[in-house]
T-cell receptor
């Protein structure tokens, strides 16, 4: 039981390049989330998926797209990376189908640098 | 808009001391409040979840309390140990808003 896994662990991009961050969970959770963590800003929600087939914007969605590929996997795509997207990205999941009232379980994070 | 504040931003205590971390939130209509621990370079680990109908939750040396009416929660750590050194984050869910996090308290327990 691996919990929430994220790939890659580290990534360096040049401005304008694109990439996809992958996330998978093996806990049969319904809801999945993408956060970014920046010094002095705390954790901020980018996008979330309350259930398979649905996605919604969080606090800071601009410059990102997401895909809920199936119940297990939730990917985050940067179409044209910018230095402002340099951050640590965390994926999380929870059992709740609606209302997101259950404990969230977090992956180890992806450290992204955009030059 | 829900805002979560954690005070202090950093705290250093000697081993064995009991300590309290504080969390406040601006919108008292919350579903639940969660405390997380984050070790350097790692993801978040859930410590305690308090539903809006509850007043406190306990796990081992940790006790979290919730006072919805005043918009406050505290995390009490008894008999602190160097292994407790980490950043502690508070987060709330209210209305249709997913988790809103505070910026955390960085705790150092000195042996």
């Amino acid at each position: 039981n691996a919990g929430v896994t994220q790939t890659p662990k580290f990534q360096v991009l040049k401005t304008g390049q694109s990439m996809t961050l992958q996330c998978a969970q093996d806990m049969n959770h319904n809801s999945m989330y993408w956060y970014r963590q920046d010094p002095g800003m705390g954790l901020r929600l980018i996008y979330y998926s309350a259930s398979e087939g649905t996605t919604d914007k969080g606090e800071v969605p601009n410059g990102y797209n997401v895909s809920r590929l199936n119940k297990r996997e939730f990917s985050l795509r940067l179409e044209s990376a910018a230095p402002s997207q340099t951050s640590v990205y965390f994926c999380a999941s929870s059992e709740a189908l609606q209302g997101m009232t259950d404990t969230q379980y977090f992956g180890p994070g992806t450290r992204l640098t955009v030059l | 808009k829900q805002e979560v504040t954690q005070i202090p931003a950093a705290l250093s205590v000697p081993e064995g001391e009991n300590l309290v971390l504080n969390c406040s939130f601006t919108d008292s209509a919350i579903y639940n409040l969660q405390w997380f621990r984050q070790d350097p370079g790692k993801g978040l680990t859930s410590l305690l979840l308090i539903q809006s109908s509850q007043r406190e939750q306990t796990s081992g040396r940790l006790n979290a309390s919730l006072d919805k009416s005043s918009g406050r929660s505290t995390l009490y750590i008894a008999a602190s140990q160097p292994g407790d050194s980490a950043t502690y984050l508070c987060a709330v869910i209210s209305g249709n808003t997913p988790l809103v996090f505070g910026k955390g308290t960085r705790l150092s327990v000195i042996a």
